[in-house]
Protein backbone atom coordinates (compact mmCIF):
# COMPACT_ATOMS: atom_id res chain seq x y z
CA UNK A 1 0.00 0.00 0.00
CA UNK A 2 2.22 2.73 0.90
CA UNK A 3 4.30 1.72 -2.80
CA UNK A 4 1.07 3.09 -4.65
CA UNK A 5 1.48 5.93 -6.31
CA UNK A 6 -2.23 6.84 -4.58
CA UNK A 7 -0.57 6.99 -1.25
CA UNK A 8 1.78 10.04 -1.93
CA UNK A 9 -0.80 11.73 -4.33
CA UNK A 10 -1.40 15.50 -3.68
CA UNK A 11 -4.94 15.48 -3.76
CA UNK A 12 -4.93 12.49 -1.33
CA UNK A 13 -2.98 14.81 1.40
CA UNK A 14 -4.83 15.58 4.57
CA UNK A 15 -8.12 15.08 2.35
CA UNK A 16 -9.67 13.30 5.61
CA UNK A 17 -11.67 15.52 8.00
CA UNK A 18 -11.34 15.07 11.68
CA UNK A 19 -13.83 13.06 13.51
CA UNK A 20 -15.43 15.68 16.93
CA UNK A 21 -13.04 13.43 19.10
CA UNK A 22 -10.27 14.00 17.12
CA UNK A 23 -10.92 17.77 16.92
CA UNK A 24 -11.39 17.76 20.43
CA UNK A 25 -7.95 16.18 21.15
CA UNK A 26 -5.84 17.37 18.36
CA UNK A 27 -7.20 21.15 20.00
CA UNK A 28 -6.04 20.52 22.99
CA UNK A 29 -2.84 19.38 22.20
CA UNK A 30 -2.32 22.40 19.40
CA UNK A 31 -2.73 24.30 22.57
CA UNK A 32 -1.22 22.60 25.35
CA UNK A 33 -4.71 22.54 26.93
CA UNK A 34 -4.90 21.49 31.02
CA UNK A 35 -7.75 19.59 31.12
CA UNK A 36 -9.62 16.74 33.14
CA UNK A 37 -12.16 16.07 30.93
CA UNK A 38 -14.86 18.33 32.84
CA UNK A 39 -18.37 17.50 31.93
CA UNK A 40 -18.72 20.80 29.85
CA UNK A 41 -15.77 19.57 27.73
CA UNK A 42 -17.69 16.86 27.66
CA UNK A 43 -20.89 18.23 26.67
CA UNK A 44 -19.23 20.42 23.69
CA UNK A 45 -17.90 16.85 22.78
CA UNK A 46 -21.99 15.57 22.53
CA UNK A 47 -22.92 18.60 20.68
CA UNK A 48 -20.30 18.06 18.00
CA UNK A 49 -22.25 15.04 17.21
CA UNK A 50 -19.89 12.12 18.67
CA UNK A 51 -20.95 11.48 22.51
CA UNK A 52 -18.19 9.38 24.03
CA UNK A 53 -19.62 5.57 23.97
CA UNK A 54 -22.81 6.72 22.76
CA UNK A 55 -22.43 4.58 18.97
CA UNK A 56 -25.25 1.35 19.44
CA UNK A 57 -23.19 -0.42 16.55
CA UNK A 58 -20.24 -2.39 17.36
CA UNK A 59 -18.17 -1.09 14.26
CA UNK A 60 -17.77 2.44 16.05
CA UNK A 61 -18.36 6.14 14.66
CA UNK A 62 -18.09 6.69 10.78
CA UNK A 63 -14.99 8.00 9.69
CA UNK A 64 -16.35 9.51 6.72
CA UNK A 65 -16.65 13.41 5.74
CA UNK A 66 -20.07 13.46 4.55
CA UNK A 67 -21.22 12.14 8.45
CA UNK A 68 -19.35 14.77 10.14
CA UNK A 69 -19.91 17.95 7.87
CA UNK A 70 -22.82 19.80 7.69
CA UNK A 71 -23.83 23.28 8.36
CA UNK A 72 -24.96 22.67 12.02
CA UNK A 73 -21.86 20.56 12.76
CA UNK A 74 -19.23 22.92 11.27
CA UNK A 75 -20.94 25.75 13.91
CA UNK A 76 -20.66 23.47 17.05
CA UNK A 77 -17.03 22.53 16.16
CA UNK A 78 -16.60 26.91 16.01
CA UNK A 79 -18.39 27.19 19.01
CA UNK A 80 -16.00 24.77 20.45
CA UNK A 81 -13.10 26.40 19.32
CA UNK A 82 -13.90 29.80 20.34
CA UNK A 83 -14.86 28.39 23.84
CA UNK A 84 -11.28 26.24 24.12
CA UNK A 85 -9.35 29.10 23.15
CA UNK A 86 -11.19 31.66 25.14
CA UNK A 87 -10.75 29.89 28.61
CA UNK A 88 -14.61 29.60 28.82
CA UNK A 89 -14.46 25.22 29.74
CA UNK A 90 -14.50 24.82 33.14
CA UNK A 91 -11.69 22.91 34.81
CA UNK A 92 -9.64 23.38 30.87
CA UNK A 93 -6.97 25.80 30.71
CA UNK A 94 -5.19 27.64 27.37
CA UNK A 95 -2.09 29.91 28.10
CA UNK A 96 -2.36 31.58 24.67
CA UNK A 97 0.76 34.48 25.82
CA UNK A 98 3.05 32.91 23.40
CA UNK A 99 0.15 34.58 20.14
CA UNK A 100 0.07 37.67 21.94
CA UNK A 101 2.62 40.65 20.83
CA UNK A 102 2.37 42.29 17.75
CA UNK A 103 -0.67 43.83 15.61
CA UNK A 104 -3.43 41.17 14.35
CA UNK A 105 -1.70 40.51 10.99
CA UNK A 106 1.32 39.54 13.68
CA UNK A 107 -0.74 37.70 16.04
CA UNK A 108 -2.11 35.92 12.88
CA UNK A 109 0.93 34.52 11.55
CA UNK A 110 2.49 33.36 14.94
CA UNK A 111 -0.63 31.16 15.10
CA UNK A 112 -0.27 29.98 11.97
CA UNK A 113 3.18 28.82 12.19
CA UNK A 114 2.36 27.48 16.10
CA UNK A 115 -0.49 25.79 14.65
CA UNK A 116 -0.81 24.61 11.43
CA UNK A 117 3.19 24.64 11.11
CA UNK A 118 2.93 27.24 8.07
CA UNK A 119 0.76 25.10 6.26
CA UNK A 120 -2.19 27.37 4.69
CA UNK A 121 -4.15 28.40 1.26
CA UNK A 122 -3.29 31.94 1.01
CA UNK A 123 -7.95 32.00 0.60
CA UNK A 124 -8.24 30.56 3.92
CA UNK A 125 -5.64 33.21 5.23
CA UNK A 126 -7.97 36.02 3.62
CA UNK A 127 -10.88 35.16 4.88
CA UNK A 128 -9.10 34.85 8.41
CA UNK A 129 -8.05 38.58 7.68
CA UNK A 130 -11.88 39.28 7.28
CA UNK A 131 -13.45 37.37 9.95
CA UNK A 132 -11.40 39.08 12.59
CA UNK A 133 -13.04 42.22 12.48
CA UNK A 134 -16.54 40.13 13.10
CA UNK A 135 -17.64 39.40 16.26
CA UNK A 136 -17.16 35.71 17.26
CA UNK A 137 -20.14 33.41 17.91
CA UNK A 138 -21.28 33.23 21.38
CA UNK A 139 -21.49 29.70 22.59
CA UNK A 140 -23.69 28.57 25.70
CA UNK A 141 -24.36 24.99 27.36
CA UNK A 142 -26.71 23.83 30.11
CA UNK A 143 -27.15 20.60 31.77
CA UNK A 144 -29.35 19.08 28.53
CA UNK A 145 -26.25 18.96 26.33
CA UNK A 146 -24.37 17.14 28.26
CA UNK A 147 -26.71 13.69 27.55
CA UNK A 148 -26.60 11.48 24.71
CA UNK A 149 -29.88 12.18 22.46
CA UNK A 150 -31.99 9.07 22.45
CA UNK A 151 -35.51 7.65 23.43
CA UNK A 152 -37.55 8.49 26.61
CA UNK A 153 -36.56 4.76 27.53
CA UNK A 154 -32.57 5.35 26.83
CA UNK A 155 -30.60 4.60 30.20
CA UNK A 156 -29.64 8.39 29.66
CA UNK A 157 -33.15 9.99 29.80
CA UNK A 158 -33.77 7.78 32.68
CA UNK A 159 -30.53 8.77 34.28
CA UNK A 160 -31.29 12.59 33.51
CA UNK A 161 -34.54 12.11 34.47
CA UNK A 162 -34.16 10.91 38.10
CA UNK A 163 -31.82 13.51 38.50
CA UNK A 164 -34.67 16.04 37.59
CA UNK A 165 -37.09 14.40 40.05
CA UNK A 166 -33.88 14.21 42.90
CA UNK A 167 -33.95 18.40 42.76
CA UNK A 168 -30.59 17.81 41.08
CA UNK A 169 -30.71 20.28 37.97
CA UNK A 170 -26.90 21.43 38.22
CA UNK A 171 -25.95 23.26 35.47
CA UNK A 172 -22.75 22.73 33.23
CA UNK A 173 -22.14 26.70 32.67
CA UNK A 174 -19.42 28.20 30.62
CA UNK A 175 -17.25 30.69 32.51
CA UNK A 176 -16.83 34.05 31.18
CA UNK A 177 -14.42 34.36 28.19
CA UNK A 178 -10.79 35.46 30.04
CA UNK A 179 -7.71 36.65 27.97
CA UNK A 180 -6.74 38.82 25.17
CA UNK A 181 -9.97 38.85 22.85
CA UNK A 182 -7.70 39.61 19.79
CA UNK A 183 -5.94 36.49 20.48
CA UNK A 184 -8.23 33.92 21.34
CA UNK A 185 -10.15 35.08 18.44
CA UNK A 186 -7.52 34.72 16.03
CA UNK A 187 -6.83 30.92 17.80
CA UNK A 188 -10.18 30.13 17.43
CA UNK A 189 -10.64 30.81 14.03
CA UNK A 190 -7.53 28.97 13.18
CA UNK A 191 -8.94 25.96 15.05
CA UNK A 192 -11.84 26.28 12.82
CA UNK A 193 -10.18 26.70 9.79
CA UNK A 194 -10.64 24.00 6.93
CA UNK A 195 -6.73 23.23 7.33
CA UNK A 196 -7.13 22.52 10.74
CA UNK A 197 -10.55 20.59 10.30
CA UNK A 198 -8.34 17.98 8.52
CA UNK A 199 -6.56 14.94 9.72
Not at 54 to 64: L, S, V, W
Not at 96 to 111: H, N, V
Amino acid sequence: MINDKEFYSPKNYRSKIKTPFELLASSLRALDANTNGSVALIGLLNRMGEPLYGYQAPTGYPDTAQDWVNTGALLERMNFAVALSSNRIPQTNVNLRQFSAGGKTQILDRAIENILHGEISQSTRATLLRQMDKPLPKVTLTEGDTMIDGDDDSDQMQMQNQRRRRGNNRRARLREPSGDPEVFKVVGLILGSPEFQRQ
